[in-house]
């Protein structure tokens, strides 16, 4: 089939779609730099956003697997903070699943934008998980604690901090230390926009007052958190999926617990990553949005396919993956039913 007549004339990122080890899609569009009119190929870095809290929660997953660390424990055991109006109660498993009713720093039920955070905060200022205390520490608990599902970036702040607490290395060293290394996923991490390596992506805004283009600089934290943030290829997110899912990060008894629901009723939850209910079972996936930055990578357990979409531009790659996704589930069951007459 011809995936490619799918993919709109003014798309701006990469798009990779396999089944199994087999490429069926790979391609990339626009500029990585603009004005200077740098290309996106495959091999460009990528910024995710929220897409980063699947690492995240593997390496919380790994210190539980290693008797560091226990779902119960409580942050107030963690740490000697004035924790103010949070509770101290609340768990490290409600931290992951979104349920700990912790205040959180950018709410988007009630906030639009990402960047209107920093107004008054210089978003320069944002170059650790404990540099974004002030922004949460002093309001009050959103919900009690464990009493409903509730998307929280702050609850993921916490847990990179409980990572670091626990290992002694800043949360994205431990991160490259433990998922990107063994994983081989050399152009991955977590960097500042001010001293970007080579080959990351600039990310632009469309200015409709000026009716052109400008870069998110001002827009996002200057380095990414526990939150999200992290820089990745498609290549990288695809060796991310192969160690994930043959069980090469984590034991099978603990990456089938992750990859259950835990929380939430439609979409599912499970820890760092979502579920989409597919007939008796669940296809996991993780995203992310940011001003400039749209991400998002799901497999689908039945035809064994992992489509990656990611755009500089801010672009929605979730219309495009539910067409990629509908195009391709039709064409899988039309050839079972050719298979099934012959």
């Known amino acids: 089939m011809n995936i490619g007549r799918i993919i709109p004339a003014d798309f701006r990122g990469c798009i990779s779609i396999y089944q199994n080890d087999k490429m069926l899609f790979e391609k990339a569009y626009g500029y990585a730099d603009l004005p200077n009119q740098v290309l996106n190929d495959t091999e460009t870095r990528f910024a995710t956003a929220s897409a980063g809290k699947v690492f995240v929660a593997v390496g919380i997953l790994q210190l539980i697997e290693k008797g560091l660390l226990h779902l119960e424990d409580t942050i107030g055991s963690f740490f000697e903070l004035d924790f103010e109006q949070i509770d101290r109660e609340i768990t490290v498993e409600q931290l992951l699943t979104h349920t700990s009713g912790i205040p959180d720093y950018f709410d988007e039920s ?111 934290d200057v380095k990414g958190t526990g939150a999200g943030g992290a820089f990745t290829t498609i290549g990288d997110i695809r060796l991310f999926w192969k160690n994930l899912l043959s069980c090469q990060l984590l034991s099978p008894a ?56 990611v755009s500089n531009y801010g672009d929605n790659v979730w219309k495009l993956w539910r067409e990629i996704s509908a195009s391709l589930n039709q064409f899988y069951n039309e050839k079972e039913g050719d298979l099934s007459e012959s």
């Open 110 to 220: 009630v906030m639009k934008e990402y960047e209107d955070l920093w107004y008054e905060f210089p978003n320069y200022r944002i170059r650790s998980n404990k540099d974004l205390l002030p922004l949460f520490i002093h309001k009050p608990m959103m919900y009690p604690r464990g009493s409903k599902f509730q998307y929280n970036n702050t609850g993921y702040v916490v847990l990179a901090m409980i990572l670091e607490k626990i290992t002694g290395l800043e949360f994205d060293r431990y991160l490259e230390e433990s998922i990107f290394v063994p994983c081989k996923m050399k152009h991955t991490g977590y960097y500042e926009l001010d001293r970007l390596p080579a080959k990351c992506a600039y990310n632009y805004i469309f200015d409709e007052e000026r009716n052109d283009y400008r870069t998110n600089i001002y827009s996002v």
């Open 254 to 309: 603990m990456t089938e617990t992750m990859l259950s629901n835990h929380s939430g009723e439609s979409p599912c939850y499970g820890y760092g990553i979502w579920l989409k209910k597919a007939g008796n079972d669940f296809n996991p996936y993780f995203q992310g949005c940011d001003p400039g930055v749209s991400f998002n990578s799901a497999f689908d357990k039945k035809n064994q396919l992992l489509i990656t979409i």
